[in-house]
């Protein structure tokens, strides 16, 4: 059996006793959250990508929204009460997080941002993300993220005409 690598994420799951599986994929660089959904085999319906963004305030925010979706930065620049919202630029993201492009965890960051989920995880059974590590991903139910990351759920996707 293979030893599941102890990221922040990982640690403050375990920590806080929530019900989750470590599930990976072969995986050298970042790759697309569907491209992750189909190397593990998953509906990519189940697969959230994690995206940090600053408001015009300078505070930052997190958005968890499906891998196969946009998210709207009007519906975020209203969940997060900001007046616009933009997205950080990628070599922020370690400094400011402590995670990599392909490897960003809702749960464990360097400091606690407010946290939003896109109300389709609502309906899911399960949900998968990064578990904080390029090809390390975290399996559990979608409530139990929100307990974790102190998060809310948020209409956040582009509406597909």
């Known amino acids: 059996m293979t030893k599941i690598p102890k990221t922040n994420a990982i640690r403050i799951l375990e920590q806080k006793k929530s019900a989750f599986d470590v599930l990976t994929f072969d995986a050298d660089e970042a790759v697309s959250g569907v ?7 998953i509906d990519v319906k189940n697969v959230y990508k994690t995206l940090v963004t600053v408001g015009k305030s300078g505070a930052h925010y997190v958005f968890v929204v499906p ?27 370690l400094p400011l997080t ?17 946290t939003f989920i896109d109300t389709s995880a609502e309906a899911l059974d399960f949900m998968v993300f990064s578990g904080g590590r390029i090809g390390l991903q975290v399996k559990m139910a979608p409530d139990s993220l929100i307990k974790a990351a102190n998060a809310t759920y948020k209409d956040l996707v582009l509406d597909r005409n």
């Open 67 to 93: 891998v196969a979706e946009e998210l709207d930065l009007r519906k975020a620049a209203v969940a997060a009460g900001e007046k616009n919202i933009a997205m950080i630029h990628s070599k922020e993201l």
């Open 35 to 41: 491209e992750a959904a189909n190397r593990m085999g």
């Open 98 to 114: 402590g995670y990599i492009h392909g490897g960003c965890s809702p749960i464990g960051m360097k400091k606690a941002f407010p």
